[in-house]
């Protein structure tokens, strides 16, 4: 895709919604970590309705420790891989309260070192927790790259770093929710709504749906 389109889909993109956030229930960044972790291979709404109830209870390290995997558990069972998911967030949390004085590190490297976190789930928490612009491509943004033209790319890795080359400064601390939500609402896996959608006459995807 052109520079000129690039910056004409991400403007449209921003008009349609100014200040768009994830879709997951937090509070604060552990709570933010505790939930991209639990929304692996999961839905936001599966997740949301199980914090909704172990929140409240325990929402930091410390108590979410102090559950143990069993008490976790009867939170997260509704949760595909829950007993994994478990195991990690507990983990998590000790490895939280022992290296990091029970605060959600910053960096990458830090984040990336503790038990169920990758590389995705680090660049959300450091994008919609601490403001940095960066681009955690997952299903939805790796399809509307691809399918729209407007970075292809065989992987989620070389999705990521090309998105951060072409996306314009300006754009780039939300880019992210933009695409996520658009490829979960409008840009959708079985049918597009192409109808629908703000950025139709840029995308270069050949087999648009017709209108009705």
């Not at 933010?32 to 309705?49: F, P, R």
């Not at 680090?122 to 407007?150: K, M, S, W, Y």
Request: charged share 25%; net charge positive; glycine share 6%.
């Amino acid at each position: 895709m052109k520079r000129v389109d690039i910056i004409e889909m991400f403007t449209r993109l921003r008009e349609l919604d100014p200040h768009p956030t994830t879709e997951l229930l937090y509070t604060t960044p552990f709570e933010l970590l505790v939930a991209v972790v639990l929304s692996a291979q999961a839905t936001d709404v599966g997740v949301n309705k199980a914090t909704r109830k172990l929140y409240p209870v325990a929402n930091t390290p410390q108590a979410i420790f102090d559950l143990g995997e069993d008490g976790l558990k009867r939170y997260i069972g509704t949760i595909g891989l829950f007993n994994a998911k478990a195991k990690n967030v507990i983990a998590l949390c000790r490895l939280l309260l022992d290296q990091h004085a029970g605060e959600v590190p910053r960096s990458r490297e830090a984040l990336e070192a503790l038990p169920g976190v990758g590389r995705k789930t680090a660049n959300v928490v450091l994008n919609t927790a601490f403001g940095e612009p960066t681009i955690a491509v997952d299903t939805h943004i790796f399809r509307v790259a691809n399918r729209t033209g407007l970075v292809p790319g065989k992987d989620v890795r070389a999705v990521e770093d090309k998105l951060l080359k072409v996306i314009p400064t300006e754009f780039r601390q939300d880019a992210h929710h933009w695409l996520i939500l658009h490829g979960r609402y409008v840009c959708k896996a079985r049918k597009p709504d192409c109808p629908h959608c703000v950025i139709r006459d840029l995308c270069r995807y050949k087999f648009k749906t017709p209108g009705e």
